[in-house]
Structure formats: structure tokens, C-alpha cells
């Protein structure tokens, strides 16, 4: 089945620039979407269709392309940043399919 | 505003069943394809069923075809998963989300639990 893989972990102090990134064979032909899920909360979409930002999302996150690979970044983390971040796009086998999630720490 | 209220999560034995809904509220939800997202203790998320709009195109992914049945309800503004042989891997807390045009997890539920043993 079809995966999009990220890093389980990011590490990071405040003020430095956060770089998550995803995987997979068929991203270069579609979409990406990017969520934030702090603990015990639903997640919230932060990015759509690769670089789009929904009203409310500061602008110190940003998405981008390059063929097979996106990444999400996170200029000036801060401690509010602090969650797991999910990549998504359109499914093979599945309508949707999500990457594993990266926990990103701020130190 | 809008709104996506999960209810119906529940303790269930293995090979038992549970009804999931979701209520929405402050957007026209005809209008609107709607899915359920589950994610199991200290894990990702997983999408687990579609339907659009009119409740004439539905999707399932391979771990819950032929057991969860995804149904809606436009004038009541609900949305129903219907899980039968429950089994252990099926623990989560489910999510319903809105699907708008182009952007399939726009606004999320606060999610419901789900804990299946015996």
C-alpha cells in the first residue's frame, strides 16, 4: 500500500527554523496537506494543496515541493509549536492516506 | 461558526458493535463531503470512510470494509458510522471531519473514544 514517510522526530530550540519532511512515490502528481495535533487535541490543517495557508495560520509555516518530497517549515519555532505534524495527500489503494507523523520538540 | 460534535465512543467486546455520530452545525452540510479519521492510542492517524455529499459515493479503507458502514443524515445534519465485529485493533478515538472542494480535512470534531476488550 501506498506510504508517505516522515521523520518520527525533530528537535529544535526557539527561534531556529523547523524542516519536516515527506515522502512518497506519487507526491510529485499531488496534492499535499499538512495538520498539527498538540496532545489530547483534534488536529488542525496548516497547510493545503502544498503551500496554501488557511485564514488563522501565522505565517511562520510554510509548505513547499520538490518532485517526490514535501516539506513543512516552521520559521522561529516557539514553544506553542510544540505537537506532531501529519502529512497527508490522496491514497493509491485508499481515498486518503497520512504519513506516520513527526513529534517536533522545541527545547 | 462551525461544528462537528462526536458522540457514541463506548466500551465494546471483541466481535460486538457500536454506533458513532457526528453533529454538525454553521455550514450547510448537504453541501459537504464528510469523513471519519480514527487514531489508536500513541499512534498516527488513519482515515477510515468517505461520503459525499449526497451520500451517493462512499469509500472505506481495507482495515474496516465489510464491517463499518458510513451513512448520513442532510436534514439533521448528522453523520453515522456503524461499526459491527468490532476487534481490539479498532481502539481509537475517531475523528469526524469535513471535506471541502480540493481540501479533505478542513475542520475536525473534538473525537470520540472507542476501546474495545473483554
Known amino acids: 500500500s501506498y506510504e508517505l514517510t516522515q521523520p518520527p522526530s525533530v528537535s529544535l530550540s526557539p527561534g531556529q527554523t523547523a524542516r519536516i519532511t515527506c515522502s512518497g512515490d506519487?507526491?510529485?502528481?499531488?496534492?499535499i496537506y499538512w495538520y498539527q495535533q498538540k496532545p489530547g487535541q483534534a488536529p488542525v490543517l496548516l497547510i493545503f494543496?502544498?503551500?496554501e495557508r488557511p485564514s488563522g495560520i501565522p505565517d511562520r509555516f510554510s509548505g513547499s515541493t520538490a518532485g517526490t518530497t514535501a516539506t513543512l517549515t516552521i520559521s522561529g519555532v516557539q514553544t506553542d509549536d510544540e505537537a506532531d505534524y501529519y502529512c497527508?495527500?490522496?491514497?493509491?489503494?485508499?481515498?486518503?492516506?497520512f504519513g506516520s507523523g513527526t513529534k517536533v520538540t522545541v527545547l | 461558526e462551525v461544528q462537528l460534535v462526536e458522540s457514541g465512543g463506548d466500551l465494546a467486546q471483541p466481535g460486538g458493535s457500536l454506533r458513532l455520530s457526528c453533529a454538525a452545525s454553521?455550514?450547510?452540510?448537504?453541501?459537504?463531503?464528510m469523513n471519519w479519521v480514527r487514531q489508536a492510542p500513541g499512534k498516527g492517524l488513519e482515515w477510515v470512510s468517505y461520503?459525499?455529499?449526497?451520500?451517493?459515493?462512499?469509500r472505506y479503507a481495507d482495515s474496516v470494509k465489510g464491517r463499518f458502514t458510513v451513512s448520513r443524515d442532510n436534514a439533521k445534519n448528522s453523520l453515522e458510522l456503524q461499526m459491527n465485529r468490532l476487534r481490539d485493533d479498532d481502539t481509537a478515538v475517531y475523528y469526524c471531519?469535513?471535506?471541502?472542494?480540493?481540501?479533505?480535512?478542513?475542520?475536525w470534531g473534538q473525537g470520540t473514544r472507542v476501546t474495545v476488550s473483554s
Open positions: 454553521g455550514f450547510t452540510f448537504s453541501s459537504y463531503s
Open positions: 494543496k502544498d503551500r
Open positions: 506519487a507526491l510529485s502528481q499531488q496534492f
Open positions: 471531519a469535513r471535506d471541502r472542494s480540493g481540501v479533505p480535512f478542513d475542520q
Open positions: 461520503i459525499t455529499g449526497s451520500g451517493t459515493t462512499i
Open positions: 497527508q495527500s490522496a491514497g493509491t489503494s485508499s481515498v486518503y492516506v
